[in-house]
């Protein structure tokens, strides 16, 4: 069975640093292009940021870039999202995400439960 | 890409027939259109890809039609678990999603 699970959301200050976790399994997870995907509290999606299947081809939303960087660990079947500058609105559950292609920008047909990141202080 | 969903909510009845918008401000190359679901703390479930193919597991009642900047989502015969949020995401260039559209038991 494919699945994924995000982990190490969490409480942090505006300004501040964290970094998110997709753990995939069921599949070989070298081959699929990965996305992040955020949802604010009662707000509709926000594509993040996405890799290709070798983690060297990355892209960004504009509302992150220059501060979020996206990497994969493909010997441990891992996603990474690290945030710097963390503000109010990055508030969100953030939702790792596999594309059906090698691709970093595709359809997602495998979602996580998502992982809760709150930015107050 | 900016897409705009409409409308904002619908509110049907069981069995009746649905259907949601989807604009987009140019247009989507080769039909890189999505759909998704969701319902209340869920995450989102894919319904249809490439403007009108069903995603595995998919009941034939979800339906998706159109091209180049206006595409819909249809829903034959609606079932009391179709009820949920539903999302329109382009592929072709970058990628974005739609405000999304609420659909409600009337």
């Known amino acids: 069975e494919v699945r994924l699970l995000e982990s190490g959301g969490g409480l942090v200050q505006p300004g501040g640093s964290l970094r998110v976790s997709c753990a995939a399994s069921?599949?070989?997870?070298?081959?699929?292009?990965m996305t992040w995907v955020r949802q604010a509290p009662g707000k509709g999606l926000e594509w993040v940021s996405g890799?290709?299947?070798?983690?060297?081809?990355?892209y960004y939303g504009d509302s992150v870039k220059g501060r979020f960087t996206i990497s994969r660990d493909n010997s441990n079947n891992a996603l990474y999202l690290h945030m710097n500058s963390l503000r109010v609105d990055d508030t969100a559950v953030y939702y790792c995400?596999?594309?059906?292609?090698?691709?970093?920008?595709?359809?997602?047909?495998?979602w996580g439960k998502g992982t809760t990141v709150t930015v107050s202080s | 890409i900016v897409l705009t969903q409409s409308p904002g909510t619908l509110s049907l009845s069981p069995g009746e027939r649905a259907t949601l918008s989807c604009r987009a401000s140019?247009?989507?190359?080769?039909?890189?259109l999505a759909w998704y679901q969701q319902k209340p703390g869920q995450a989102p479930r894919l319904l249809i890809y490439?403007?009108?193919s069903r995603a595995t597991g998919i009941p034939d009642r979800f339906s998706g039609s159109g091209s180049g900047t206006d595409f819909t989502l249809t829903i034959s015969r609606l079932e009391p678990e179709d009820f949920a949020v539903y999302y329109c995401?382009?592929?072709?260039?970058?990628?974005?999603f739609g405000q999304g559209t609420k659909l409600e038991i009337k």
């Open positions: 995400a596999k594309a059906p292609t090698p691709g970093p920008i595709h359809y997602m047909d495998v």
């Open positions: 995401q382009q592929y072709g260039i970058s990628c974005s």
């Open positions: 069921g599949f070989t997870f070298s081959t699929y292009g």
């Open positions: 890799v290709d299947g070798s983690g060297a081809t990355t």
């Open positions: 140019q247009s989507v190359s080769s039909n890189y």
């Open positions: 490439g403007a009108s």
